[in-house]
């Protein structure tokens, strides 16, 4: 499967941007959507996931109530409507791929098996 992130930009404290992702040569072992994101210096950090079905949709923590995630399954195109965002929330915001996992697994990237260029995501103070 080839992923292939759009709509990051500069956005000031408090305000929003949608992410899109474009999947093709979808297959069995790419069922699973997933954005990450990574700040300079960290780790990647799982932000959202769902399944095609739509049965799989779970959000970290730290953006539960203020990011949303949506598919458009016509258009293999997975969305992540960020809101309200932060500073600390600046990074690249990778779009990936991979099996139906469990929660324990599907927050770890090391689960999925594609993942997009990127799109970087800058929110000023």
């Known amino acids: 499967v080839r992923l292939v992130e759009s709509g990051g930009g500069l956005v000031q404290a408090g305000g929003s941007l949608r992410l899109s992702c474009v999947a093709s040569g979808r297959t069995f072992s790419s069922d699973l959507m997933a954005w990450f994101r990574q700040a300079p210096g960290k780790e990647r950090e799982f932000v959202a996931a769902?399944?095609?079905?739509?049965?799989?949709?779970y959000y970290g923590d730290s953006v539960k109530g203020r990011f949303t995630f949506s598919r458009d399954n016509a258009q293999n195109t997975v969305y992540l409507q960020m809101n309200d965002l932060t500073p600390e929330e600046t990074g690249v915001y990778y779009c990936?791929?991979?099996?139906?996992?469990?929660?324990?697994?599907?927050?770890?990237?090391?689960?999925?098996?594609?993942w997009g260029q990127g799109t970087q995501v800058t929110v000023s103070s």
């Open positions: 990936a791929a991979g099996p139906s996992l469990g929660r324990r697994t599907l927050i770890r990237p090391t689960s999925y098996n594609a």
């Open positions: 769902d399944n095609w079905s739509g049965s799989s949709l």
